[in-house]
């Protein structure tokens, strides 16, 4: 063996995950954030703190989701995939939050999951 040590997973901290359609997202061509120029995926990057696994929760673009709205992108909350939310150009980010459920205090900014992590093993010690 070489050394090197084989996991089976790897540890993300992540508190949702979030699928954005990337087929509506480029027929839209933006339309999201101050200047209506930023994907929805993009913005939802943004607002989550941190990168990657290290984010507060992830946004992963998909290929078509087939349901194809005019003039919408397709998003789905992870924790709630029964309900598939259209979200149009122009939505206020605080209310496209609210509805993919990426309101909750570790994602509000009243502290980041790792902190919340780190407060919940002391408490329990």
């Not at 063996?1 to 790897?10: A, F, N, Y």
């Not at 120029?37 to 989701?65: F, H, W």
Request: glycine share 14%.
């Amino acid at each position: 063996m070489s050394g090197r040590i084989k996991r089976d997973t790897v540890p993300a901290h992540w508190d949702a995950a979030v699928l954005v359609c990337g087929k509506c997202s480029r027929k839209l061509g933006g339309g999201f954030g101050p200047k209506g120029k930023t994907s929805l995926a993009k913005l939802l990057r943004k607002r989550a703190r941190g990168k990657g696994r290290k984010a507060d929760y992830g946004v992963i673009e998909t290929p078509c989701l087939k349901l194809c709205p005019k003039g919408a992108v397709v998003a789905i909350d992870g924790r709630a995939p029964d309900r598939w939310q259209l979200i149009r150009p122009g939505e206020e980010e605080g209310r496209i939050a609210e509805r993919l459920g990426l309101q909750s205090p570790s994602l509000s900014g009243n502290g980041s999951l790792p902190e919340m992590r780190r407060a919940s093993a002391a408490a329990d010690s």
